[in-house]
């Protein structure tokens, strides 16, 4: 049975799909008034939103500075880095399809190793997100500000933020429909360049010539930097997937959850596999390694080809890409925030949920520190941004090592009392588990031997042992208070 001081995970959904809160002992109640979240997404919703958290800008823009360092070998890194995330979300769409719940792998934490792990993980990951959707805000205002230069970015930065916070104010399917135009927006243009891309490589465009595979072995080889290119190109790319686990957090609100997710993990992973593989094979064949022209692959590409306006075309294919992952990130970060409100693990007041279903009180604290975040990215880049970037430039190694701790011991908890959750069921449990905490470990290790992914390392381990610590001080403050009330907390 499970630990009595962890939430049951094999507690049945409400019918708003949103999880029963774990028991008494430490969730709030629900404050007067609320309710539960809506349930509204519908699967191409789902699919959608799991692939527009996962493509952002730098699918676009950080595509050449992968291949300028490792060269063509730039495949192999994001092959293995693929393999990583493949097993990293098939682990997350086993328990997410058993039990959906809008704290996701925070929830599964806390229910596999204690509310300390569950505490840890969630806020670590809002974190994060803020962060994160800070850069997007900020990406997206330079795009604009470009295209009306009397504009000062910050207004621009200000704009966006709010016009997203609204957004996400709305219910949520109305922001499961913005999410699914921009999405499909991305993934069209993609397709799109998937296509263009193949037909140069084959000669069948009109004034072009088949590069055949002089970009990919001439020009110092495969590997023209050998393995030591490769596995900084694995630290370059290892973190361009994050953003897939939202479609997690988002099954709590689907109209169906179990099927929704299920259905979202199994495409959606396998789709980002294709456009990001994809999109760096048609680039690595048609460019030049050492091109200088890699500041901007897809441009390039383009306008070889024949595009006209291609510049402009992706200036506003990655400004779509942009304002579509912050919409998202907004998204988890907010029911991130009510999940672990609603566990006791949070300020009360985030659980509030407005008449529409949507926990505004979570949007709000959430976008506050973007539109802060956003802020300090325009006016102190150097000075204050950049050193709460590097806080979570290793944090999604972290989350995906709880996603798979997690995993490995609510898998065998599943098994032995409710089998019948297993509706998608992780390949070759326990051992691809063990592999990939053990790959994890050795991302790890290798960031701590490079000298531009060591002081993210080393500053995301200061933010996880301090939020660490607060939780486990937490922990043994709310034990002591139950001992001493003779168990009645």
Known sequence: MSNPDTPDISGTANTAGEA??????????????THHLGHALKPRHMTMLALGGAIGAGLFVGTGAGIHTAG???????????????LVMRMLGEMAAAVPRSGSFSEYAGAAFGRWAGFTVG??????????????????????????PGVPIWVFSLVIMLVFTGANLLTVRSFGETEFWFATIKVSAIVGFLVLGVLAIVGWL???DPPGLDNLTGNGGFLPNGWDGVIAGLLAVAFSFGGLEIVTIAAAESDDPTRNVARAVRTAVWRILLFYIGSVAVIATL?????????????????????PGAAHVMDVVVFTALLSALNSMLYGASRMAFSLSRRGEGPRGLSRLAGNGVPRTAVLASSAFGFLAALLNVWWPEQVFKHLLNSVGAMLLFVWFAIAAAQLVLRR???????????????GFPYLTWFVMLALAAVSILMLFDADARPQLLSS???????????LVREARRRDLRRRAGGRF
């Open 20 to 33: 029963a809160p774990p028991g008494p002992a430490s969730a709030h109640p629900a404050p007067a008034g």
């Open 72 to 86: 063509p070998g730039i495949l192999i890194s994001y092959a293995l880095a693929s393999v990583l995330v493949l």
């Open 123 to 148: 806020w670590l990951y809002w974190w994060m997100v803020t962060i994160v959707l800070a850069v997007e805000a900020s990406g997206a205002a330079a795009i604009a500000h470009g295209w009306v």
């Open 206 to 208: 009109p004034d072009t």
């Open 287 to 307: 460019l030049p390694w050492d091109s200088d022209r890699l500041g901007s692959p897809y441009v390039s590409v383009l306008e070889d080809i024949g595009i």
């Open 413 to 427: 908890r599943m098994e032995r009392e409710d089998p019948e959750r297993l509706i998608i069921r992780m390949w």
């Open 461 to 471: 381990v200061v933010v996880v042992a301090v939020v660490l610590g607060f939780a």
